[in-house]
């Protein structure tokens, strides 16, 4: 069974600084992976995705992730945070068959001036 | 980039009434989509896989009879909540799969609706 683990509900970070959402997955087989940023009153919003290739991932706003397999984790990251990253981030896998996607529990990321 | 068209995006509704939820993809084919449920402070709950011209694929808990899909076309997937009761109170999010080959493929959400059993 496939399932993500975002072992923090929340992250604070000050604007400036470099920030980290931690995301650690379970699958059998190859891994897909995903990032997906909700923000307040609007729906969920792709980030980025590990498919195959380079470890690390460059997605939309700067944002970048590590697949690490030997860690089984893929963290979110961003060099410098700013104030308009405050938002839900969403990890989540893919299972083998490419039809259904299962999300972890969101990491509520606040960013102070 | 590809959107995804939800409505209503907020619904109260008396106890006993049914309620039906639409989802559009405006700029792509979805031969999927998918019904989310999302409880406060909670993830995303996956309830059914919808297929364009088959039955929806149900998640294991999830009732079929009280949580009707429906995908018409290749654009529309629509979910009715029969009978609505106020456990049934939450956030329903639906996605569409836009898939370009194997390695291309991305999900697109709807905004959300909000349902409000009284």
């Known amino acids: 069974a496939q399932s993500v683990a975002q072992p923090e509900d929340q992250v604070n970070v000050a604007e400036g600084n470099p920030l980290t959402v931690k995301c650690t997955y379970s699958?059998?087989?190859?891994?897909?992976l995903f990032w997906y940023v909700q923000y307040p009153n609007r729906g969920l919003q792709f980030l980025l995705k590990?498919?195959?290739?380079?470890?690390l991932v460059k997605g939309s706003y700067g944002f970048e992730a590590e697949f690490n397999k030997s860690q089984t984790s893929f963290h979110l990251k961003k060099p410098s945070a700013l104030v308009s990253d405050s938002a839900l981030y969403f990890c989540?896998?893919?299972?083998?068959?490419?039809?259904?996607?299962?999300f972890g529990s969101g990491t509520k990321l606040n960013v102070k001036p | 980039g590809a959107v995804v068209s939800q409505h209503p995006s907020w619904v109260i509704c008396k106890s006993g009434t049914s309620v039906k939820i639409e989802c559009r993809s405006l700029?792509?084919?979805?031969?999927?989509m998918f019904w989310y449920r999302q409880f406060p402070k909670q993830s995303l709950m996956l309830m059914a896989t919808?297929?364009?011209?088959?039955?929806?694929?149900?998640e294991q808990g999830v009732e079929k009879d009280k949580f009707l899909i429906n995908h018409a076309s290749l654009t529309l997937s629509t979910l009715t909540v029969t009978s609505a009761h106020p456990e049934d109170s939450s956030f329903y999010i639906c996605?569409?799969?836009?898939?370009?080959?194997?390695?291309?493929?991305?999900?697109?959400f709807g905004s959300g609706t909000q349902l409000s059993v009284l």
């Open positions: 996605s569409a799969r836009e898939r370009q080959g194997l390695l291309n493929e991305k999900l697109f």
């Open positions: 989540a896998v893919r299972d083998e068959d490419f039809n259904k996607f299962y």
């Open positions: 590990y498919i195959t290739g380079d470890n």
């Open positions: 700029d792509f084919q979805a031969t999927t």
């Open positions: 699958v059998s087989g190859n891994p897909y």
């Open positions: 919808s297929n364009e011209g088959s039955k929806a694929t149900y």
